[in-house]
C-alpha cells in the first residue's frame, strides 16, 4: 500500500526538523532530564536503529546473492527446491528487519522515499505480466537487473514483488516452477517461470542498494562505537554507483548524527524533548496507527473479492502471498517495543531508555507497557488463527484494531507529556 504518515506523524516531523537551532548548551549544563533523556537516545541511535538497519542490509544482500545462484542454477537446469527453501529463509530474515525497522520511518525511509519503493502494495501482477512476455525488458533484468528496474512498474518493486515470484497461497513454489519452459499464468498471460526469476533477481538487486542506503544515511563514517568498515564501502556503493544521497542536505550528517546532535549548532533538532517526541510520534505512534487503521482495518470485515477488482479492500492485505501478514503486524509493534526499550530484541527496559526516562521522572509507565504488552498480544492471538487473508472476520482482528490503537493514544499521551518538560 502506498505509505504516507499521519498528520500527527507530519507535524511532528515538521516540528523536529525544521525547527531553527539556537546553538544549543554546553552538555554540561544540562539538567537531569535532559541528560537522561540525551543517554536514552545516545544508546537508541546504536542499540536499535544502527543495529537493525545493518542486519536489513545484511540480509538483503544475502538475499540477492542466494537469488543469482538460483537463477544461475534455473538456467543450468540445476535448481533445487533446497535451493529455494534457502532463498524462502533469507527473504524472512530480510523481511522481518525491514518490519521491525518501521518505528524509525521518519528519517532516511521517509526523506528518501524508500519506504514506499520498497514496500507499496498491492502488486500491479497485470502490468508485471506485460513486462515478463517482453524478451527485450527480461533480457535487459538479466543483464543490468536493479539497472533496468525501470522497464517494470514501480507497482511490482521492493518485497512484494519479490514475494510474489516465490509464494503462492502461502507456500514456496518448486523448482519445477521456474525451469525456462514452465509457463506462469498471471492475470492472463503466460509467464516463462526463468522470467520470473530474472525478474526476482533484478528487484533484489534494486532492494539491496536502497537497504545499504538506509544503513549508509544513518550511520556515520566516525563515531566512538566499533565501526563496520563494510558500512564504508556500502556507503561508496550507494553514492558512487546508485548516486543516492547518504546525508541531510545543507548538513551533511547522517541521520544518525543529527539525532545525536540533538540541541547542538548543526542539528535540526533544538532539544532532547523535540528529539524524544519526534521518536515517539513520527515513529512509534505512526506505525501504531498505520498498523491498526490501514494495514488491517482496510481489509478487516472485507467480503471475498474478485480478483480482477483490483480496488477491492481484500487486495489491500500486506504480504498475502506468503500469507504472513500477522507476523508483518506483530514486527511493527516489536520495532516499537525496541525503540522504547533502548535495544534490538529488548523484552526489558535498557537502564537509558526512553521508557525508563518516562518511567524515573513521573510519567504513568506502568499503563505503557500494559498496553504495549496487550498489542503484541493480540497479534499472538492472530499469528495462531493462520493467515490475515483467510480470517478477515475474526474477532481476534477486532481485538487487535482496538489493542493497538490504545497502545497509540497511550504513545501519544507520552509524547505530550515529553513536550511539557
Given at each position: ?22 546553538g ?133 518493486l521492493?518485497?512484494?514483488?519479490i ?24 492475470s ?34 566516525d ?42 549548532l ?15 510520534v ?21 467480503a ?118
Open positions: 500500500m502506498k505509505k504516507c504518515f499521519n498528520l500527527i506523524a507530519v507535524a511532528a516531523v515538521a516540528v523536529a526538523l525544521c525547527a531553527c537551532n539556537g544549543g548548551r554546553n552538555p554540561a549544563d544540562l539538567s537531569k532530564e535532559d541528560a537522561a533523556m540525551k543517554a536514552a537516545v545516545e544508546q537508541y541511535v546504536p542499540g536499535v536503529i544502527y543495529d537493525i538497519y545493518g542486519k536489513l542490509a545484511d540480509n538483503a544482500e544475502t538475499l540477492h546473492s542466494k537469488l543469482q545462484a538460483a537463477k544461475a542454477k534455473a538456467k543450468a537446469g540445476t535448481l533445487t527446491d533446497a535451493d529455494l527453501e534457502s532463498v524462502k529463509t533469507t527473504f524472512f530474515a530480510a523481511r522481518e528487519w525491514w518490519e521491525k525497522s518501521e518505528a524509525f520511518l521518519y528519517g532516511a525511509a521517509s526523506a528518501y522515499k524508500i519506504d514506499p519503493h520498497i514496500d507499496s502494495w498491492p502488486l500491479d501482477k497485470k502490468a508485471l505480466a506485460k513486462s515478463l512476455i517482453n524478451a527485450a525488458v527480461v533480457e535487459d533484468l538479466d543483464e543490468n537487473e536493479g539497472g533496468a528496474i525501470g522497464l517494470v512498474g514501480a507497482d511490482a521492493g518485497f512484494h514483488g514475494e510474489f515470484i516465490l509464494f503462492r497461497n502461502g507456500v514456496l513454489r518448486n523448482a519445477a516452477a521456474f525451469k525456462a519452459e514452465a509457463m506462469d499464468d498471471i492472463g498471460y503466460q509467464v516463462s517461470g526463468l522470467s520470473e526469476l530474472i525478474f526476482a533477481t533484478a528487484i533484489a538487486d534494486d532492494l539491496m542498494g536502497y537497504c545499504f542506503e538506509l544503513q549508509a544515511a544513518w550511520d556515520p563514517e563515531y566512538p562505537f566499533d565501526y563496520d568498515e563494510e558500512v564504508k564501502t556500502r556507503r561508496a556503493y550507494v553514492e558512487d554507483v546508485l548516486e543516492l544521497p547518504t546525508a541531510i542536505e545543507g548538513s551533511g550528517l547522517t541521520f544518525g548524527e543529527n539525532l545525536l546532535a540533538t540541541a547542538t548543526g542539528s535540526t533538532y533544538r532539544a532532547w524533548t523535540t528529539a524524544v517526541n519526534a521518536i515517539l513520527a515513529g512509534c505512534s505512526n506505525i501504531c496507527n498505520e498498523v491498526a487503521n490501514t494495514k488491517i482495518a482496510t481489509a478487516h470485515g472485507a471475498p473479492a474478485d480478483p480482477n477488482d483490483v480496488d477491492a479492500p481484500i487486495n489491500y492485505i500486506e504480504s498475502p502471498y506468503s500469507k504472513r501478514s500477522f507476523i508483518d503486524f506483530k514486527d511493527n509493534i516489536l520495532s516499537i517495543q525496541y525503540s522504547l526499550y533502548g535495544k534490538n530484541g529488548a523484552t526489558a527496559p535498557e537502564k537509558a531508555s526512553i521508557f525508563q526516562f518516562l518511567s524515573d521522572y513521573g510519567f504513568d509507565a506502568k499503563t505503557l507497557k500494559s498496553k504495549l504488552d496487550a498489542a503484541v498480544a493480540s497479534l499472538d492471538a492472530c499469528i495462531a488463527l493462520g493467515a490475515f487473508v483467510d480470517n478477515l472476520n475474526a474477532a481476534e482482528v477486532d481485538a487487535a484494531i482496538d489493542a493497538i490503537n490504545d497502545l497509540d493514544e497511550e504513545l501519544n499521551k507520552a509524547a505530550s507529556w515529553v513536550l511539557e518538560r
